[in-house]
């Protein structure tokens, strides 16, 4: 995204999003309000070499039109997230002395942004154990941006949350969820193991839209008692902070929200890491198992072992509760506040 600093403020006028053709930010940016551009790219590492050929190609003659994008836009700075997309942008920028700022999500930072953080003035990181993959003094940490309506349900109370839903404030609740798209294989552990979950606990499941369909079915499965304390959905919108407030466990991926999330909610949680983004995602969870606030599990031993952790990690308070202070310790309420100081005294010092 590239942005320009006016003296009455910012305005969505002041912002111009840089995307790839064919993303679904192509529909979400507009709808946001903001002004969209696009440009070819694709992923150089971890494909085979035709398609690191054919995607270098296009990286390549897309920085003759991120070039034109900056020089029609005249932004006062850049702010990248990673992603092959940014490079030409990148290098358009420096080429025409707009500075650049760079928000790490994850713990490790991939290819893109060990190259992008070259022709960057600052990059800011969720957690300190990023910066040791940057030269002294150009990472700050900042902490992870929780959306404004997530850091809003935090102050919910528990007992509304579960009203929300109709679920009973005596058992314990566990949030289940593998990403927008869902997780196939975190979906059928759980399906296979709620029989016996469900026998003491609660659950509140995000299957995602692709496994809906066979979710739906396993739910008309169960018994009145069972069903009684399920709740499955393809897809949580504006109840998905009250999800996190209601839960005493979490199941998720270790995408880099829960760097974020899992703390400004203070709950302890089951991550398993995606297979085919192994080494990031295991970064991800093995930061948080490390500071005692979650439970690695991986993927292969979902089937045998997703029920037994939930079931021993609920059973035991005392690390229930360990668990969540350690959550609550990593949150940096004001993340938002930080990253956008970042991005707006780089702008400042451009224009001075």
Not at 203 to 215: A, K, T
Not at 314 to 323: C, F, G, N, P, Y
Request: hydrophobic share 45%.
């Amino acid at each position: 995204m590239v942005a320009t600093l006016q003296k009455n403020g910012w305005t969505a006028d002041n912002f111009l999003w840089v995307g790839t053709s064919g993303q679904i930010e192509e529909k979400l940016v507009p709808k946001a309000g903001i002004r969209l551009e696009t440009i070819e790219g694709g992923a150089i590492a971890g494909v085979p070499w035709s398609v690191r050929l054919r995607n270098l190609a296009k990286l390549t003659l897309s920085i003759v039109k991120a070039n034109t994008i900056i020089g029609n836009f005249q932004p006062d700075v850049l702010f990248l997230t990673g992603g092959y997309v940014n490079g030409p942008l990148a290098v358009a920028a420096r080429a025409r002395g707009v500075p650049a700022a760079i928000y790490l999500p994850d713990i490790e930072p991939g290819m893109a942004i060990r190259y992008l953080s070259r022709m960057a003035e600052r990059v800011a990181c969720t957690a300190a154990d990023s910066l040791a993959y940057f030269s002294p003094g150009k990472a700050i940490v900042t902490g992870y941006p929780v959306r404004p309506e997530l850091r809003v349900a935090t102050k919910l109370n528990r007992g509304d949350a579960l009203r929300l839903f109709d679920l009973e404030p005596i058992r314990q609740t566990l949030f289940v969820f593998g990403g927008s798209r869902g997780a196939r294989s975190l979906n059928r552990a759980l399906m296979s193991a709620l029989p016996n979950l469900l026998k003491s606990i609660q659950i509140i499941h995000i299957s995602g839209q692709l496994d809906w369909p066979e979710v739906s079915d396993r739910a008309t499965e169960l018994d009145g008692s069972q069903r009684r304390f399920y709740r499955p959905y393809p897809y949580l919108h504006d109840r998905m902070g009250a999800a996190y407030r209601a839960a005493n466990l979490i199941v998720a991926r270790a995408g880099a929200s829960m760097l974020g999330e899992c703390p400004a909610f203070a709950v302890p949680s089951i991550l398993v890491p995606y297979p085919h983004a192994w080494r990031y995602q295991k970064i991800n969870a093995d930061y948080l198992v490390n500071q005692g606030a979650a439970v690695r599990l991986d993927d292969e031993k979902l089937g045998e072992e997703l029920a037994p952790t939930v079931m021993e990690l609920l059973a035991d308070q005392i690390r229930l509760a360990e668990m969540a202070h350690k959550a609550q310790k990593l949150d940096i309420p004001d993340a938002v506040d930080k990253l956008s100081h970042v991005i707006i005294s780089l702008a400042k010092r451009a224009i001075s």
